[in-house]
């Protein structure tokens, strides 16, 4: 996985940067947190993680076909070329609600866990600039 994930997240965090703002901020909780391009590059690789193979928490609370459906619906955001359109985000805004529903059954720790290692790797190695904590 980190063997895809690295040049992914490498690949997108510099371009996210230059994603139009006037995208961000009108959907959503959007509307009161605006959303930073580093957010969008770790949460573009979350989406293509999950879109490649259901995530192994989901597979084991909910079965395999509930791990599928949830590939299908982040497979649909990455055709809907998030984030840059506004159809992504309503999309985006409407998988989110999904996954949280039902007492956050369909909660992706699994690709949570290696968002998290992939980060490590790439500040270890230094392969992306991570935004200072005033940029946070």
Not at 29 to 34: G, K, Q, T, Y
Not at 76 to 91: I, V, Y
Not at 96 to 111: F, K, Q, S, V
Request: charged content about 20%; proline content about 7%.
């Amino acid at each position: 996985v980190l063997n895809k994930a690295l040049p992914w997240l490498c690949h997108d965090w510099p371009w996210l940067g230059l994603c139009p703002l006037a995208i961000f901020g009108q959907t959503g909780m959007r509307n009161v947190v605006p959303i930073a391009p580093w957010e969008s590059a770790i949460i573009k690789l979350q989406l293509r993680l999950m879109a490649d193979d259901p995530d192994s928490l989901i597979v084991r609370k909910c079965g395999q076909t509930v791990g599928q459906q949830v590939c299908r619906r982040a497979s649909e955001m990455m055709e809907l070329d998030w984030p840059h359109t506004q159809q992504s985000w309503n999309g985006f805004d409407a998988f989110d609600l999904w996954l949280r529903a039902d007492g956050n059954r369909l909660n992706p720790g699994t690709t949570a866990d290696l968002i998290a290692a992939t980060l490590f790797a790439v500040m270890r190695l230094e392969l992306i600039e991570f935004p200072s904590r005033d940029q946070i």
